[in-house]
Nanobody, 119 residues
Framework: QVQLVESGGGLVQAGGSLRLSCAAS????????MGWFRQIPGKEREFVAR????????DYANSVKGRFTISRTSANNTVYLQMNNLRPEDTATYYC????????????WGKGTQVTVSS
């Protein structure tokens, strides 16, 4: 199991920026994909971004392409989500997740961090 702890959420005005962090521990991450998801109460959790720990390849949801950037730092086993030009519709609880590269589903989750974007 990988333990994941998110931080960096908060309240920001539309057009502003936030950087979320996800500290990972418990496993060597070289075989993992790391992802960010978000959820609004009453709605399904949605994919935001993904990064392969080893290759650094990334994927993004269309709604955040060009505004959000996912990255990772091996030195401290941390994944980041840099969020720029935030919009009110980005308001959600953001979750960090991990899965072994050969698995289809993410099976390690953090507890989430709240991001609120005011208009």
């Amino acid at each position: 199991q990988v333990q994941l702890v998110e931080s960096g959420g908060g309240l920001v005005q539309a057009g502003g920026s936030l950087r979320l962090s996800c500290a990972a521990s418990g496993r060597t991450l070289s075989r993992y994909h790391m992802g960010w998801f978000r959820q609004i109460p009453g709605k399904e959790r949605e994919f935001v971004a993904r990064i392969s720990w080893t290759s650094g390849s990334t994927d993004y949801a269309n709604s955040v392409k060009g505004r959000f950037t996912i990255s990772r730092t091996s030195a401290n086993n941390t994944v980041y989500l840099q969020m720029n030009n935030l919009r009110p519709e980005d308001t959600a609880t953001y979750y960090c997740a991990a899965r072994l590269f050969f698995k289809a589903e993410y099976d390690n989750w953090g507890k989430g961090t709240q991001v609120t974007v005011s208009s």
